[in-house]
């Protein structure tokens, strides 16, 4: 059984940075892709960033150079450094792990923006 366990969420003011850490655990073996998805109240989710195991990243382009994603392979972690957030920045933040084939989430966790 595998899990993806999420934190880092919370309320932060406009001008403000949040850090998003998601863990894999249990049977996972090979991960490919760890990323990060968001879903904004009546908007499809989205794809705000991704790294593959060969390090090759790319962003959405409304984040890049404000949001940055890392992982740590070791650990089966994925991060996501948010700064300068905006208010349209605010929604549910979700991990998304892939791992031979198989796509696993995390449960998702809020971020929201004050302006």
């Known amino acids: 059984q595998v899990q993806l366990v999420e934190s880092g969420g919370g309320l932060v003011q406009a001008g403000g940075s949040l850090r998003l850490s998601c863990a894999a655990s249990?049977?996972?073996?090979?991960?490919?892709?760890m990323g990060w998805y968001r879903q904004a109240p009546g908007k499809q989710r989205e794809l705000v960033a991704g790294?593959?195991?060969?390090?090759?990243?790319n962003y959405a382009d409304s984040v890049k150079g404000r949001f940055t994603i890392s992982r740590d392979n070791a650990k089966n972690t994925v991060f996501l450094q948010m700064n300068s957030l905006k208010p349209e920045d605010t929604a549910v933040y979700y991990c998304?792990?892939?791992?031979?084939?198989?796509?696993?989430w995390g449960q998702g966790t809020q971020v929201t923006v004050s302006s």
């Open positions: 998304k792990v892939v791992s031979r084939g198989i796509y696993y």
């Open positions: 249990g049977s996972i073996f090979n991960i490919n892709f």
């Open positions: 790294i593959s195991s060969g390090g090759n990243i």
